[in-house]
Nanobody, 130 residues
Framework: HVQLVESGGGSVEAGGSLRLSCVAS????????????LGWFRQAPGKERVPVAA????????FSGHSVKGRFAISQDNAKNTIFLQMNSLKPEDTAMYYC????????????????????WGQGTQVTVS
């Protein structure tokens, strides 16, 4: 099954930037890199997990959460099987555990981005903004 490893979290002052990375491996038989959607979700203490951004690796579909539009950007590096989340103008309310997740196919184009559509999850990386 798909394995996801996140990195790049840390502590930063408000207004600063961080770049998260997620390396994917172990695709299902018959499912190439381009047939997955990878996304970032975040969960703050005592709150539910919410989608932040997602990208269909085959091209043509991206998603950004309302609270991060204009500040966060998701991108992909096909050669490295990696996606990134560039986070700028960070705010204290961005503090959370950030998880990388993978879904087969392109739920962005059909159902939107829901955590229930993503069957593979990384361990998470903590982002703290003070």
């Amino acid at each position: 099954h798909v394995q996801l490893v996140e990195s790049g979290g840390g502590s930063v002052e408000a207004g600063g930037s961080l770049r998260l990375s997620c390396v994917a491996s172990g695709y299902a038989p018959g499912y190439a890199w381009g047939r997955y959607t990878l996304g970032w979700f975040r969960q703050a203490p005592g709150k539910e997990r919410v989608p932040v951004a997602a990208i269909y690796l085959g091209g043509g579909s991206t998603f950004s959460g309302h609270s991060v539009k204009g500040r966060f950007a998701i991108s992909q590096d096909n050669a490295k099987n990696t996606i990134f989340l560039q986070m700028n103008s960070l705010k204290p309310e961005d503090t959370a555990m950030y998880y990388c997740a993978a879904a087969e196919g392109n739920p962005i184009a059909t159902f939107g981005v829901r955590s229930s559509d993503f069957g593979f999850w990384g361990q998470g990386t903590q982002v703290t903004v003070s």
